[in-house]
């Protein structure tokens, strides 16, 4: 097992404050959100969800300038091509969310409380990854022809027609099953409470199992999340920044979409495509050196046709 000290020594040279300053300031905005514009429960509508929407997007490109200025074109390019692909991938997260919240009826005011909680652990689990990752890749090289590998065979899949739909059922998750064994749960709702207290003992409610299962998928997702980031750049600073953005902007996301995930149809066929070539990309690059600037105008060419095409080409109707 990779200790800390090898861990250390594979990230980038750069100053603690930088590290320090991130995470400082990524703190301060959740803090921010949950203290102040998020203290009430409350349905958030399209209008707010497109206005955090682009408060996140705005941060995330002022964040990839800093880049550009401290570090230079290089490691920008890395930071937004990262980014663009994470945003993507989100999509994905967006879906899932959707069937989650359906399936255990959660009131629309509280879905924010459980995607903000979810949200700070999947930032801590994506940490974890990307930096463990990056120390691998920098220890074990061959294992970026695995990762290359699968990310193909991800997009192959992800492009054939599926019918199979994603399980959401609790009683078919490990964690929620592992959690219920060792600590009781009530069938009462408790308005947004993750836990509460009833004839002397603790009891998780319902709505805490809704977060296992929201943490648990993102955990599935990392696994594309990881080799595609690490495909793009192998700076752990680069890597973890663009992934905790697109991660950050995911709530306003799934708010902005819900309810209109169907005009963007095209939008998965594109996430395949992408996918298949960042894994293509990894396998041959002992060979072929493709730049991160062709890299980048294959994303941002590939998505913009996609969103285009969904948006321009009318559904068959059945």
């Known amino acids: ?42 349905e958030v509508k399209m209008k707010e969800a497109l206005s955090w929407c682009g408060v996140w997007f705005t941060l995330a490109l002022a964040f990839n300038g800093l880049i550009w200025w401290w570090r230079g074109a290089q490691p920008a390019q890395e930071f937004l091509a990262a980014y663009l692909v994470e945003l993507c991938l989100s999509v994905d997260n967006v ?8 399936w255990f ?13 979810g949200i700070v652990g999947a930032v801590i689990m994506r940490a974890v990854f990307i930096l463990v990752g990056v120390s691998v890749i920098a220890r074990f090289h ?16 992800m492009a054939l027609p599926s ?29 947004g409470d993750f836990f509460l207290r009833e004839n002397g003992r603790w009891l998780a409610t319902p709505l805490f199992i809704v977060l296992i299962v ?9 696994l594309d999340s990881l080799p595609a980031v690490l495909a793009i750049t ?40 992408i996918l298949t070539f960042i894994g293509v990309k990894m396998l041959i690059e002992a060979w072929v050196d493709i ?28």
């Open 291 to 318: 730049s991160i600037g062709i890299s980048l105008g294959v994303i941002g060419g590939v998505l913009t046709t996609a969103v285009l095409m969904s948006l321009l080409i009318p559904e068959k109707k059945t």
């Open 214 to 222: 929201v943490e648990t998928t993102d955990l599935v997702f990392a």
């Open 163 to 191: 019918k199979e739909e994603v399980d959401v059922d609790p009683d078919h998750n490990p964690a929620v099953r592992l959690f219920r064994r060792f600590f009781p749960v009530t069938t009462k709702t408790h308005g």
């Open 95 to 102: 879906f899932v969310f959707i069937l989650v919240f359906a």
């Open 1 to 42: 097992m990779l200790s800390t000290l090898a861990l250390v020594e594979t990230l980038p040279a750069l100053p603690w404050w930088a590290w320090a300053g991130f995470f400082l300031f990524i703190t301060a905005m959740l803090m921010l959100d949950l203290g102040i514009f998020q203290r009430e429960a409350h």
């Open 234 to 273: 192998r700076d752990g600073f680069i890597a973890l920044t663009s992934n905790i953005f697109a991660i950050l902007g995911l709530r306003s996301l799934y708010f902005a979409l819900n309810g209109v995930m169907q005009l963007f149809r095209y939008l998965k066929i594109g996430l395949a495509l």
């Open 142 to 157: 061959w294992i970026l022809y695995f990762f290359g590998a699968f990310l193909v065979y991800t997009g192959i899949k």
């Open 105 to 117: 009826k959660v009131a629309p005011r509280y879905q924010h409380r459980v995607l903000f909680w």
